[in-house]
Nanobody
């Protein structure tokens, strides 16, 4: 199975920036779609950003203009650059991958990472 591990989470102040990373072991990202999700206590897991193997992107309205998803195929790593962070961005962030972009968009990817906590204080 593909192994995904997120890193870069932590405690930051509102307005700060943070970059999350997700490294894959055992398989390259080149031909896979990628996604970043988040889940806050009491809320459903939501797709924050997605990136197809062809470079198409998707962003949730709540993060559009503030977050950017990117990939480095040579490093088998996907990033989530988060700017102008708000307290409502506080959540556990997960990366995921699947051969099909439709699986990412439907919140049913084949592989998930364990998540990393992002806490934004005001």
């Amino acid at each position: 199975q593909v192994q995904l591990v997120e890193s870069g989470g932590g405690l930051v102040q509102a307005g700060d920036s943070l970059r999350l990373s997700c490294a894959a072991s055992g398989r390259a990202f080149s031909n896979y779609a990628l996604g970043w999700y988040r889940q806050a206590p009491g809320k459903e897991r939501e797709l924050v950003a997605a990136l197809s193997s062809g470079g198409s992107t998707y962003y949730a309205d709540s993060v559009k203009g503030r977050f950017t998803i990117s990939r480095d195929n040579a490093k088998n790593t996907v990033y989530l650059h988060m700017n102008s962070l708000k307290p409502e961005d506080t959540a556990v962030y997960y990366c995921a991958t699947d051969v099909f972009m439709t699986k990412i968009r439907s919140n049913a990817p084949a592989y998930w990472g364990p998540g990393t906590q992002v806490t934004v204080s005001s």
